[in-house]
């Protein structure tokens, strides 16, 4: 005896959410985003054509996608059919794999977005999931969606920029001592602009004129003979010039998209190159990428940034920036690793936000163990005498105060620095060891007093419990987001080009990530 089955009647219940557990992972969803506030949706409204999906829908089967570790559009489509939790959070309704790739790269996606960590922090607030009193921040690099062998070196683009320029000014003075075009106005005596190399093949143009109307109008062969011979300089260099204009114009173009990076990609130009982990063969990857920055609390990722640049020191402060003006405020301890610690990151924290910065310098590690301590050629360890004002360097030379300096980085932030000189290194037997400067010189320190404060700030907030017991919550925080989110989410590059459309999915994908986590409580 078998149990009934009759594929011609209908079977109830037709409301899917009989079908869901209670701690399905689509209720989290549809909660998270009915608590977005109307207004955020506003925008969405259009008064004329066909009636738009409800953004709240779209939302909601985007983010279950994700949370399934489905990222193409089609795919979504897929699950429409087949899924029934976002089968139920649709409600029958099947937008095209079109409309669901253009709602999550809209511009205004970035909003509800926004109000999604926004919306979810305070539900973590609220059933006292997080305590507020740190937020831990890390980066990691993600594959942009470039092709490969697409890259553009900074390097090579100047280096044929300023062969053109030497070229172009080299055929101008041969122009000019020719008496071939008259002295142009030039704006610049470094290098011909594009408007010049124009005028000047235009000059060249009309002499190429004269000489063909000399042509047509001689009947003498020998004259013609002599003629085009003339004619073929000027006419070579023409082409030389608009070929030179068509690239001036593209390297200009290269440097506006470089900024301030080394490189970028040609399909996808606001990704930068950038070294990725090691593959299983230790061999080190270099792919267009993003740095993707996260706050995290209680493993939950609660703010987020995309930095075309390599380096996660420079991220540090647009990234805080962001939180407070999108996200929340501050809390009173922000934590990171090394890879932050830089004199003006602690300037920022200390003296602007009045937070504490649990951060330390990239020696820290190294100054804790013995050997760095006992090493007697490490400056650190110098004898100092504060009322001289010198060092004792390992040779028990005197190493006195010189003068003052000032260095100035490529954002602008000045660093003070006292330099010290030592008063006789000739013939010391430990110069080897001491000093890489060359022979004659005396061996010169540079001390940033700040800079030593604010590491003596940082090795006495780490050695103290409280807040040694706080930073070394790190890594349990806020590196398991990175592993979720590549290991089990399956997310390791993007699906989007440029760095706004990259900014919307992950942000999609890190929500996700915590919806995931938050529904497995139960």
Request: glycine share 4%; with cysteine.
């Amino acid at each position: 005896m078998f149990k009934n089955y009759n594929m011609n009647q209908l079977v109830l219940p037709l409301d899917l959410a009989v079908k869901l557990k209670d701690n399905d992972i689509a209720f989290s969803i549809h909660h998270l985003v009915e608590s977005i506030p109307q207004e955020a949706f506003d925008s969405f409204i259009r008064h004329t054509g066909c009636p738009s999906y409800h953004p709240r829908m779209m939302l909601k089967i985007i983010l279950c996608g994700y949370t399934q570790s489905t990222f193409s559009g089609r795919k979504i489509e897929g699950l429409l059919n087949d899924s029934i939790r976002i089968m139920w959070l649709a409600q029958g309704y099947k937008p095209s794999y079109r409309t669901i790739n253009r709602f999550r790269v809209h511009p205004e996606m970035k909003e509800l977005i926004r109000q999604c960590f926004v919306q979810f922090r305070c539900q973590l607030v609220q059933e006292k999931l997080i305590d507020q009193e740190a937020i831990f921040i890390d980066g990691t690099k993600i594959e942009a969606n470039a092709n490969k062998f697409t890259f553009v070196w900074k390097k090579a683009i100047e280096k044929y920029h300023a062969n053109l320029v030497e070229k172009s000014n080299q055929l101008y003075n041969k122009l000019l001592e020719n008496e071939i075009i008259p002295e142009l106005k030039r704006e610049n005596d470094e290098q011909l602009s594009i408007e010049e190399l124009t005028q000047i093949a235009e000059k060249l143009d009309e002499v190429v004129d004269d000489y063909t109307q000399k042509i047509d109008s001689s009947d003498d062969v020998n004259e013609r003979k002599q003629l085009r011979s003339e004619r073929k300089s000027p006419k070579q260099m023409v082409k030389q010039l608009y070929d030179w204009i068509t690239r001036k114009q593209k390297y200009e173009k290269d440097f506006e998209i470089f900024g301030t990076r080394n490189s970028y990609s040609k399909t996808d130009c606001e990704a930068t190159f950038m070294r990725m982990k090691d593959d299983y063969m230790q061999n080190g990857q270099l792919k267009a990428g993003y740095n993707v920055q996260i706050a995290t609390e209680g493993q939950f990722a609660l703010a987020y940034d995309v930095f075309p640049n390599p380096t996660d020191t420079k991220t540090l402060i647009p990234f805080l920036d962001r939180i407070e003006k999108e996200f929340f405020s501050l809390p009173k301890h922000i934590v990171a690793d090394a890879g932050y610690g830089s004199e003006q990151n602690y300037d920022d924290i200390l003296t602007k936000r009045k937070c504490t910065a649990l951060i330390p310098h990239n020696h820290y590690v190294n100054e804790q163990k013995k050997k760095y301590k006992k090493d007697p050629f490490k400056t650190s360890n110098w004898a100092y005498d504060e009322e001289s004002d010198a060092f004792t360097c390992p040779n028990e030379q005197k190493v006195t105060f010189r003068y003052h300096s000032t260095r100035t980085d490529k954002t602008g932030f000045q660093r003070q620095y006292k330099v010290y000189e030592c008063e006789d290194c000739t013939d010391c037997p430990l110069r080897t060891l001491c000093t890489k400067a060359q022979e004659g010189t005396n061996r010169k320190l540079m001390v940033n007093e700040k800079w030593e404060q604010q590491k003596e700030y940082v090795r006495t907030k780490l050695s103290e419990e409280e807040t040694a017991a706080i930073y070394r919550q790190r890594k349990m925080d806020v590196e398991p987001v990175f592993g979720f989110l590549k290991a089990n989410l399956g997310f390791t590059r993007f699906s989007v080009r440029g760095k706004s459309k990259v900014d919307n999915e992950i942000g999609l994908a890190l929500m996700a990530v915590n919806i995931r986590k938050y529904a497995a409580r139960g």
